[in-house]
C-alpha cells in the first residue's frame, strides 16, 4: 500500500496562498491522491482528490506531478478558519480503503 | 453543519457495561464505516459496510460489535471493552464505497 509523507507542521499568513506537499513516491497508477483535514473537535473533511490531472474546487486547487510522485494543496487565500491538520491519503487495493498519513498541522495567523 | 450525525457526544462506561454509538445519514449514501482516532493520531479504519453488508473489518476485537440495520443507519455495540479503547469514534459515509467520504463529529467515549 502506498503511503505519504507530510511535514508535520507549517505557518501561513492570513489572506496568503498556503502550499502543502506530499511525498507519496510508491503510488500505484490507479490510486487516487485524496486530501482531508480535521479542524479541532470535528471530524474530518474531505477537500478534494485527483489522479492524473491537477483539479480545482471551490475549496482548494491539487497540483499533481507528472510522475505522480508528489502532490500539493493549494489554498489560495487563508483564513483563520483553514488552521486545522491537513491529511494527504492515498486510496488502496479494489476496497479503495484510504491510507491515512499523520498530516501537516497548518497554522494561519494573523 | 455535519450531515452525518453521532450520538452520543460524549460517554463514559465502565468496563463491563454494555452500550451503542449510532450514527445516522440521509444522503442515500450506500457506504458506511467506523473509524477509532485516538490523540493526535490520524484515524484509523474499523469497518466498513457496503449496501448493508459487512465489506472490510480491520481484525477489530470482538468487543466492538458493527451493526447496520437500514442504509441510513450504523450502530457500534460495545461489550467489555478496556481503558485503552478510550478514543473519538468517528463515523463517515459515502455515496459507493470508492467515493469520498463525509464524516459526523464523534463520539469522545472514555472507558473507566
Known amino acids: 500500500d502506498a503511503k505519504t509523507t507530510q511535514p508535520t507542521s507549517m505557518d501561513c499568513a492570513e489572506g496568503r496562498a498556503a502550499n502543502l506537499p506530499c511525498n507519496h513516491s510508491?503510488?500505484?497508477?490507479?490510486?487516487?491522491v485524496y486530501w482531508y483535514r480535521q479542524i479541532h473537535s470535528q471530524g474530518p473533511q474531505y477537500i478534494i482528490h485527483?489522479?492524473?490531472?491537477?483539479e480545482t474546487n471551490e475549496m482548494a486547487s491539487l497540483i499533481i506531478t507528472e510522475d505522480r510522485k508528489s502532490s500539493t494543496l493549494i489554498l489560495p487565500h487563508a483564513t483563520l478558519r483553514d488552521t486545522a491538520v491537513y491529511y494527504c491519503?492515498?486510496?488502496?487495493?479494489?476496497?479503495?480503503?484510504?491510507?491515512w498519513g499523520l498530516g501537516t498541522s497548518l497554522a494561519v495567523n494573523p | 453543519d455535519t450531515e452525518v450525525t453521532q450520538t452520543p457526544k460524549h460517554l463514559v462506561m465502565g468496563m463491563t457495561n454494555k452500550k451503542s454509538l449510532k450514527c445516522e445519514q440521509h444522503?442515500?449514501?450506500?457506504?458506511m464505516y467506523w473509524y477509532k482516532q485516538k490523540a493526535k493520531k490520524p484515524p484509523e479504519l474499523m469497518f466498513v459496510?457496503?449496501?448493508?453488508?459487512?465489506?472490510i473489518n480491520e481484525s477489530v476485537p470482538s468487543r466492538f460489535s458493527p451493526e447496520c440495520p437500514n442504509s441510513s443507519l450504523l450502530n457500534l455495540h460495545l461489550h467489555a471493552l478496556q481503558p485503552e479503547d478510550s478514543a473519538l469514534y468517528l463515523c463517515?459515509?459515502?455515496?459507493?464505497?470508492?467515493?469520498?467520504?463525509?464524516f459526523g463529529d464523534g463520539t469522545r467515549l472514555s472507558i473507566l
Open positions: 463517515a459515509s459515502s455515496q459507493v464505497q470508492a467515493s469520498p467520504q463525509h
Open positions: 444522503m442515500g449514501h450506500r457506504a
Open positions: 459496510y457496503s449496501y448493508e453488508k459487512l465489506s
Open positions: 510508491t503510488i500505484s497508477g490507479n490510486e487516487y
Open positions: 485527483g489522479l492524473k490531472n491537477n
Open positions: 491519503i492515498v486510496n488502496a487495493g479494489n476496497n479503495r480503503k484510504l491510507i
